[in-house]
């Protein structure tokens, strides 16, 4: 059995603007993948009228191989960080 991972959507969230381009530019750069699409937005959570948080919202969209014809296996390892 053959399985080819092909394609993944990650979305982060960051303190600042200088984040979010960091971070782009660093998938940019990658090698392993080919970066698709990215994304940032900006975001506020309101209460009561008033911005209590603000944030960033980044989406990266890699590209591990072609669909039609897989030339690459990879895994991929995601870990959970505890502050």
Do not use: N
């Not at 960051?14 to 940019?28: C, F, M, Q």
């Not at 970066?35 to 890699?62: A, C, M, N, P």
């Amino acid at each position: 059995m053959s399985k080819y991972l092909l394609k993944t959507v990650e979305t982060y969230r960051v303190d600042s603007e200088e984040e979010a381009d960091a971070l782009i530019a660093e998938a940019k750069e990658d090698s392993v993948y080919a970066l698709e699409k990215f994304s940032s937005q900006y975001k506020t959570r309101k209460s009561k009228g008033e911005i209590i948080d603000d944030y960033y919202k980044v989406i990266l969209t890699k590209s591990f191989t072609s669909e039609k014809e897989p030339d690459a296996q990879c895994s991929i390892t995601y870990s959970d960080s505890v502050f």
